[in-house]
């Protein structure tokens, strides 16, 4: 009983980190119906970023006290930009051109995308993992006999506090609402007034900060960070989208902490090598049994 | 107010519109009509936005419009409906014409965020103006019904009342009565005569002969992608060329 609740206790934190990069796929689904295979890659990209930030602070090992929310907080906000911009760039160098080209293209444009950032990612960083400073304190706090560290405790929060964020910025801005006009009739926000180019590249922005958030936490979770680590854990993400209602931001939440509970039982009763095959035959049922995921139908509007 | 001139736009070998011009004053009522096919749709869309003339020019309160982006001439005071409505099916009334008036708000993402009482005043009378447009409409009561349940007449309405929602100076109905009844037809026709009498202009495109000659002053009469007719209604109607081409016995005595 007591491993269960250290499994799940690492499941949620783990799938803390799948639901901030799920949101990015579905937000980007949302708007311009677009799997954005080079997400991934945004995320890996984010802990590079935050790796050269906390270089950049001097940052190296366990940080104490406030200076602890200082740097955090700079490395978070500084890879989350960097990276929101990298999504701005995507977007308009990649994607812009072919929004009228069907959906074929695009799907392999992010695909070529993402072989380009792995392959900058690698000559930048080279091909082994690379260590990333624990940041954070290793005190374990003991919560009934099962050990919750403040790393996960922080995981968790900032998951949760980026999608509370989202919901409010997306129903009660005037961006979320050019966001969500944009996702259901483009032609029509445009007549609005609405500027679309504007609105994607926002959407994109927005994403692939999140995705950049993520990679600090990843980096700061697992204190390592590789060049292709935004693969795996992007279609991870990815099925965790799918799972919730792709295009659905509550459904991407609670998609990425099932999925991050499922593969932490997986690891743990099946072993290391089965947690895969159990994530992507979750990713198939879904597909097969419930198409438009957990939250697809009871909330079908998009972003 | 709209001026359009020798515009010109083919489709492949088709050619939707040729040198087509067309005024439409200031606080008027115009219509185009003409047989399907007959590029009044087409003309809609040059006019918003949403594809470019091949040749000719389109001016709105003496400014060139053709060719400019589509968002940018809803902000100029163009808005307009559809032949085939085109609401926010997953909003609600209310939200699509909350939707409507995103391009009149001023606040920018860090007032949103914070909600200063700027923001917060600017929400308030644009949820104000969102119900009055729906009293206008006679939806008021339907305001937190998603659109995609409202009936078919009520969609059109409200389609109206989003186009409103922008306050533009020109406003577009794509064939706004298809689809409806004789007695819709009738209130519809009262609603717009509502708007006009606000001061909108308004042009619009229709099919049925009786709803425009009632309501519009001015008619601009298409075929095949020409002009044929321009005039007012009374004398389109009695201008053999309209007559001939495509009026025919569907003529009203």
Known sequence: MHEFFAQLVNGIALGGIYALIALGYTMVYGIIELINFAHGD?????????????????????????????????????????????????????YRRLRFAGRLAPLITAIGVSFILENVMQVWRGPSPVAFPAVFPTHIYNVGGVGISLLQLAVVTLAIGTMLLLEFFVHHTRFGQAMRATAQDREAATLMGIDINRTIALTFFVGSALAGLAGFVSGAYYQSTWFFNGFGAGLKAFTAAVLGGIGNLAGAMLGGFLIGIIESFATWKLGGQWSNVTVFTILVLTLVFRPAGLLGEVTPEKV | MLQVEGVSRSFGKLV???????????????????????????????????????????????????GRPTYWIACL?????????????????????LTGEHVRLRSNLLEDLVRTPGQRREEEQARARAFELLHLVGLRRAANVRAAALSYGDQRRLEIARALASRPRLLLLDEPAAGMNPVEKDGLAELVRTIHRTGMTVLLIEHDMRFVMGLCEHLTVLDYGERIADGVPQAVRENPRVIEAYLGSELPA
Do not use: W
Request: hydrophobic residues 45%.
């Open chain 1, 42 to 94: 945004v995320y890996t990209l984010g802990s590079f970023f935050s790796l050269t930030i906390l270089g950049a602070l001097g940052v190296s090992g366990e940080v104490r006290g406030p200076l602890l929310i200082v740097d955090v907080g700079v490395t978070i906000i500084g890879a989350a930009m960097l990276c929101g911009i990298v999504g701005i760039l995507i977007e308009r160098l990649a």
């Open chain 2, 16 to 66: 939707a519109l040729h040198d087509v011009s067309l005024r439409v004053d200031a606080g008027s009522i115009a219509g185009v009509i003409g047989p399907n096919g007959a590029g009044k749709s087409t003309l809609f869309n040059l006019i918003t936005g949403l594809g470019r003339p091949e040749s000719g020019t389109i001016r709105f309160s003496g400014k060139r419009i053709d």
């Open chain 2, 77 to 97: 005071g163009i808005a307009r409906t559809f032949q085939n409505l085109r609401l926010f099916p997953h909003a609600t009334a209310l939200e699509n014409i």
